[in-house]
């Protein structure tokens, strides 16, 4: 079993930058890289922030947390119609002969043959 070897240089961690050379650097900073690079909670951001910058020499504003509250709630509205559609087609096609014609063909020959079946009745109709 062969083993996979690292390179025979000493590895060393690189010293922090002060948050307000992060910010000077990299102008725009959001909350989960702050969380990420000091280690710190998502609960500890703003009071880090209040911390290790003077007041009023920078900028919080929420961008993220907004896109997915509404994110949350397109798939909510979405699941809701799509679960009100299938119902109402449901209801529309739960007819005792339809029922008993598409558990015959699905059981025989399975989906192919009932799709291929539908096809089939459908263009001899047009």
């Known amino acids: 079993m062969s083993g996979i070897r690292l390179p025979e240089e000493e ?24 969380e990420e ?3 710190i909670e998502e609960n500890e951001v703003e009071a880090f922030l209040q911390k290790e910058l003077p007041e009023n020499s ?8 907004e896109v997915e509250q509404i994110k949350v709630r397109l798939i909510k509205h979405f699941y809701a119609l799509d679960c009100h559609v299938f119902r109402n087609v449901n209801l ?16 025989a020959g399975g ?4 799709l291929l079946l539908i096809i089939l009745l459908a ?4």
């Open 11 to 34: 590895i060393s961690s690189k010293e922090l930058l002060d948050l307000s050379q992060l910010i000077q650097k990299e102008k725009l900073l959001f909350s989960r890289e702050l």
């Open 37 to 39: 690079y000091y280690v």
């Open 58 to 65: 920078y900028e919080s504003n929420t961008v993220l947390g």
């Open 92 to 107: 529309h096609f739960d007819k005792k002969g339809l029922s008993i014609f598409f558990r015959t063909f699905t059981h």
């Open 111 to 114: 989906a192919t043959l009932l």
């Open 123 to 126: 263009s001899s109709s047009l």
